[in-house]
């Protein structure tokens, strides 16, 4: 069966956008993915999104945000897409199953997934003192003391937000120099509450199996190891966005990411549409991957109409 719209991804920007084509009547399908709900659905407290004075658990806002798309008529189906063809109308897409669905539209919302270290201990604590992102997680360790992993721009910005909330922040990177921007390099040397160890890696966190209580760091050079005190753990090597489905067919740049037309989410290719982490390296947030999935909704109800 032809679908006017088909999604692929159930994050925010997924949602959203769906939540936006059925009430416009187009009755989109939405592939929810093997990870139903995108990243959120593996996070604990959400307290940056609208309208949740306490905050919300991640899982419980996706759940919600699939079922309110569901309620205006969104089909869904927990499957993932292995193969897109978009050379030509009705563009196909083939999932897991092997099972071909054509569509007039496509929204790409399959996101961007954080780089890690790939640390046992790591993950047992993501989400308990582990995070990927300051701007999300930031206020819980207000007053407290942390770490940030990286050298490079991505790990600079979230020193020097870190900076503002909690009482000191380490940056522990591999190397003798940082890879950022020498303008932000110099703020962030500037930063009395900022401390860089230099050569370093870290190791392992430490935990008393509810919680972040330390970590502990090695030396590249010297193989000597030490145990420092902190409550937060920031990884910040960079993203790696989900788009080796659309390479070779829908164009990205050199870091992986979709390429929209400005003030837009067309892509390169007419009645595709992009939104989301998978096109937005700057914010990566749930509030603007929703707004870019409520405007590639509004997109592809114009192009259908046209």
Not at 211 to 237: H, K, L, M, P
Not at 268 to 277: E, M, T
């Amino acid at each position: 069966m032809e679908q006017k719209v088909l999604i692929i991804g159930s994050g925010p920007a997924g949602c959203t956008a769906a939540l936006y084509c059925a009430r416009f009547g187009l009755e989109p399908l939405m592939f929810l993915g093997r990870q139903e709900g995108g990243q959120l659905s593996i996070t604990t407290d959400v307290e940056n999104y609208p309208g949740f004075i306490d905050g919300v658990l991640g899982p419980d806002l996706m759940s919600n945000m699939i079922k309110q798309a569901q309620r205006f008529g969104t089909k869904t189906i927990a499957r993932d897409i292995k193969k897109i063809c978009v050379d030509k109308r009705p563009f196909a897409v083939i999932d897991d199953t092997d099972e071909k669905h054509s569509a007039q539209s496509i929204i790409i919302t399959t996101g961007a997934q954080a780089k890690w270290l790939g640390l046992e201990s790591e993950k047992r604590y993501l989400g308990f003192g582990v995070s990927s992102c300051a701007t999300c997680d930031g206020f819980f360790f207000k007053d407290q003391d942390v770490i940030v992993v990286g050298g490079g721009n991505t790990a600079v910005e979230e020193a020097l937000y870190l900076n503002g909330l909690v009482r000191s922040v380490t940056l522990i990177h591999r190397r003798n120099t940082l890879r950022a921007e020498k303008i932000m390099q110099e703020r962030l040397f500037r930063e009395k509450k900022v401390r860089i160890l230099w050569n370093s890696v870290l190791k392992e966190v430490i935990g008393d199996g509810k919680s972040v209580t330390g970590a502990r760091i090695a030396d590249v050079t010297s193989g000597d190891e030490r145990e420092i005190n902190v409550q937060g753990i920031f990884i910040a090597i960079g993203h790696s966005p989900n788009t080796s489905l659309v390479k070779g067919q829908i164009n990205c740049d050199s870091e992986g990411y979709i390429l929209t037309k400005a003030n837009s989410t067309q892509t390169n290719i007419p009645g595709v549409f992009a939104a989301g982490d998978v096109q937005d390296k700057i914010f990566r947030q749930a509030v603007t991957a929703a707004g870019t999935g409520c405007m590639a909704a509004i997109e592809a109800e114009k192009f259908l109409s046209s």
